[in-house]
Nanobody
Framework: QVQLVESGGGLVQPGGSLRLSCVASGNIFSTGVVGWYRQAPEKQRELVARLTKSGETHYADSVKGRFDISGDNAKNTVYLQMTSLKSEDTAVYYC???????????????WGQGTQVTVSS
């Protein structure tokens, strides 16, 4: 099982930026797609960005234009550059391989510990 380690979170003021990293112990692109999820308190975990092995990206409307997902296949690492952060971006952020089924995209690997992002003045 591929182990995932997320890092880069922290406390940032509204309008600020953070860059998250996710390092995998193996091939994080095993399904061809990797994603960043987030889970805010008392909310369901949501997929906010995904990246294909060929470099195609997709973003949730809530982060489009502010977040940028990228990856380094050779390093089994995926990044999430977050800019113009808002208080509603506060959440624990996770990465995972993702796959698509009848109900849409779903996480296909084990979860890491995540990294906390707090946007507050």
């Amino acid at each position: 099982q591929v182990q995932l380690v997320e890092s880069g979170g922290g406390l940032v003021q509204p309008g600020g930026s953070l860059r998250l990293s996710c390092v995998a112990s193996g091939n994080i692109f095993s399904t061809g797609v990797v994603g960043w999820y987030r889970q805010a308190p008392e909310k369901q975990r949501e997929l906010v960005a995904r990246l294909t092995k060929s470099g195609e990206t997709h973003y949730a409307d809530s982060v489009k234009g502010r977040f940028d997902i990228s990856g380094d296949n050779a390093k089994n690492t995926v990044y999430l550059q977050m800019t113009s952060l808002k208080s509603e971006d506060t959440a624990v952020y996770y990465c995972n391989s993702v796959a698509v089924g009848l109900r849409g995209w779903y996480p296909s690997g084990s979860w890491g510990q995540g990294t906390q992002v707090t946007v507050s003045s």
